[in-house]
């Protein structure tokens, strides 16, 4: 399908930080080929009027575990370690494949209302998570989370191997898979080996939380006399491109080393703020050039999965902790949702700005509401003022996937059902 966008302001993201006002998006099949004045010689299917809507690339969300939408107030107000270890882990361990697909069916909703049209996923039964992508239409990165456990080392990794092999580049293209090792305190030196080793063997990328916590860091030094960050890189980890969650509790040799080796750094400010896991020196790994992406983490410790409120969260947070009003402005929090994330998971080329030749990933949000006038500047309205409910129009692959907040591709209502019923069951359990 050919599709005009005509009319519309767009917010490209492609470095330039220039804003085009009234103005046409053509896209033909899957692609962006041509911005600017109406043209007569392309042939036209569809036409969308933005009039009173901003065009934004759709948005990345670099690290969630969507599955966990189940657990969303079931476990809150708790530490990390209490939340994981006595309420999440035990009731996960009932976790069945039927569960996972309904409440990351859920998730796609959710993140689809709100503009999110790519996602990196690390958690279980993650072919589930697969056979709704490919139901839903939207672009996401499939990484089964392995945590060491003594006689299934082999299992997780074949599993892996297995979930590479049925999956990596289908969707037309629209799904991927990396290797994604939970973290250095659940996994073995050893066993991160073994890890690297699978990611070389399938030559894909990384996805690890990585300092999220003072006690994990602590630890850390205690046992091994040196960071995190600095022990996977020992073991060769970063000669892999690396999604590396959370990244806390850092310091400058340790920003130094992801620097070095471009590793791609998510923020996760509500779930870091909700967890008390602390601030990340956003600000200064972006001055040291690093390319930092943005997520959500799962709706358990969030509790939602809507990217205007981290991209919020990201623009303000750091100027408080800094005592600095320009700490990562409004433009580089939408960096961070956009062609950051999309450089993250090796997608840039495709995807994280409005660019002809670029796919047709394209968000159109509705700027006619009182909370966003008077409109002096519609970058600082997109980070500080514009909600996940703004979002209009969602297209994927030049695929209309939600128009004017009607969901294409999926049954709302029934998911909803299936999910709840889901998610009881398994608390009973």
């Known amino acids: ?148 456990e003594k006689g299934k080392e082999e299992e997780k990794l074949n599993d892996t191997r297995n979930l590479y092999k049925d999956w990596n580049g289908r969707g037309d293209g629209r799904i991927k898979v990396m290797v994604s090792p939970h973290a250095p305190y659940t996994c073995s030196a050893a066993y991160l080996e073994r890890i690297i080793d699978l990611a070389k063997e399938l030559n894909t990328g990384i996805h690890i939380h990585l300092s999220e916590t003072k006690k994990e860091v602590e630890d850390s030094f205690k046992e091994l006399h040196k960071s995190p960050i600095k022990h996977v890189y020992d073991l060769g980890l970063f000669k892999l491109p690396t999604v590396a969650a959370h990244c806390v509790h850092v310091d400058d040799d340790d920003i130094e080393i992801l620097k070095e080796n471009n590793v791609s750094p998510v923020n996760n400010p509500s779930s870091n703020l909700k967890l008390a896991s602390g601030f990340a020196p956003i600000d200064k790994m972006l001055k040291k050039g ?96 514009v909600q996940g409910s703004d979002v209009d129009t969602v297209i994927v692959d030049g695929n209309i996937i939600m128009e004017n907040r009607e969901i294409k591709t999926l049954d709302v209502e029934k998911i909803i059902y299936n999910a709840d019923k889901a998610s009881k069951n398994l608390i009973n359990r």
């Open 1 to 148: 399908m050919n599709l005009l966008i005509k009319n519309v302001t767009i917010v490209p993201m492609d470095g330039k930080e220039e804003v085009c006002k009234d103005t046409n998006i053509y896209v033909e099949e899957d692609k962006i080929i041509h911005i600017g004045e109406l043209r007569g010689d392309i042939k036209v299917d569809r036409i969308i009027n933005g009039k009173n809507k901003v065009a934004i690339p759709g948005l990345v969300n670099a690290h969630t575990h969507i599955g966990m939408s189940l657990f969303r107030n079931y476990a809150d107000d708790l530490p990390l370690h209490e939340w994981l270890t006595q309420k999440i882990w035990p009731a996960e361990a009932k976790l069945t494949a039927e569960d996972v697909y309904w409440g990351s069916l859920l998730s796609m909703v959710e993140m689809i209302q709100s503009g999110t049209t790519t996602f990196c996923d690390m958690y279980f039964f993650m072919d589930e998570v697969g056979r709704g992508l490919e139901e839903a239409g939207i672009r996401g990165v499939l990484t089964r989370g392995l945590i060491e």
């Open 290 to 385: 690093i390319n930092v992406a943005l997520g959500t983490d799962g709706s358990s410790s969030n509790n939602n999965l809507n990217m205007f409120e981290e991209i919020h969260l990201a623009s303000i947070v750091n100027k408080a902790v800094n005592m600095d009003a320009i700490s990562v402005p409004a433009i580089s929090a939408l960096e961070m949702a956009t062609i950051n994330g999309a450089k993250a998971l090796l997608w840039d080329k495709e995807i994280g700005s409005i660019e002809v030749g670029k796919k047709a990933d394209i968000v159109l949000m509705d700027m006619d509401k009182p909370h966003l006038y008077p409109l002096h500047n519609i970058v600082s309205s997109l980070a500080y003022s």
